[in-house]
């Protein structure tokens, strides 16, 4: 390793500061798309089941990019790769708008997808190297903000709504303020582009692979309430019609607020403490919303799933970037790749199982995951 190539000259709290603004933008391109995607449907003319077959087109490019996400990174490190995938990111968000059919919108959404993820891989890495420097976990609290740019996103996107601006001027503004930043940020990000990476595919070790099935599990659950949860309230809980969607955001706010408070809790506690936590919370919450299918029961029990969710992945990233057999951005990678899975699978098995038995009786699935993420977590060596 070219020792010259990584070291960083700049104070830690300036790469802190640059990593905390690439979450932000990373988090703000995603939710201004998120915030969107009603008017789209509404300009293409797509019924819902057609809007549903065109976005699984995101996760796709998403998994696409992994094997070459560890494959670059390795080649062109994680700074390089991080400006020009957010970049690429913000543009292909502006072409989203500017989709004139299913087609080229579906498209669209496969570079989207693949460029989102390149993104992630780069912008943890960076976020690996930063916490190493403070000698402390740090990497939730950006996982923290790119949650908090969500909101912001998802403001920015009814204001221009409510001002009847169409998605193409309302993503270029996106772009303009990701470029803007990116450029100003990126000679403060670090420098890891090494002369002599080493083998690029290693099998996981034993450690990666656990870590990566406490990722599985907990994205299975985080996805599950990003699809479920407005109509577990509509059609278990019987929520007013104003109201339907009130669980999510009460799962939204735990899940941002939790991982502001992850990094201190891990750092007195230990990561393996955090996970075991984590998992506990996530089972208790979707029990007491089984068990007790009403509205302040449910509330109560999404606002813990959402606290239990909160730190799991910022965690597992923290652990997986350690790795002693892998570079940190192939570690990710892989983790990443397994963990994934879990969110891609979560939502179609409830649906299917909903259709066999009820949504309770998936939801009771779901808490199951929470309980294997405690179990696995007290076996691995974190």
Known sequence: MDAAAIKYNYPRTTLRVAVAAMFFMAGLSFSSWASRIATVQQELGLSDAALGGVLFALPVGLMCSLPFSGWIITKIGSRNLLVGALIVYASTL?????????????????LFGFSSNAVNISVNTQAVAAEELYGRPILASFHGLWSLAGFTGAAIGSFMIGQNIIPTYHFLFILAIIFMVTMVTMRYLKNDKVTNPGPVFVMPDSSLIKLGAIAFCSMICEGAMFDWSVIYFKKVVLAPADLIGIGFTAFMLTMAGGRFVADWFAHRFGLKRTMQLSGMLTATGLAISVIFPYFYTSLAGFLLVGAGVSSVVPMVYSAAGKSKTMAPGVALAAVSTIGFLGFLI?????????????????????????????????????
Do not use: D, E, W, Y
């Not at 502006?94 to 919108?105: D, H």
């Not at 309770?360 to 974190?382: D, E, N």
């Open 346 to 382: 979560g939502p179609p098995v409830i649906g299917f199982i909903a259709g066999l038995a009820s949504l309770r009786a998936s939801f009771t699935l779901i808490a199951m995951m929470g309980i294997s993420v405690t179990l696995v977590a007290t076996k691995a060596k974190i």
């Open 94 to 110: 502006v072409t989203l708008g500017l989709a004139q059919n299913t087609f080229q919108l579906i498209v669209c959404l496969l």
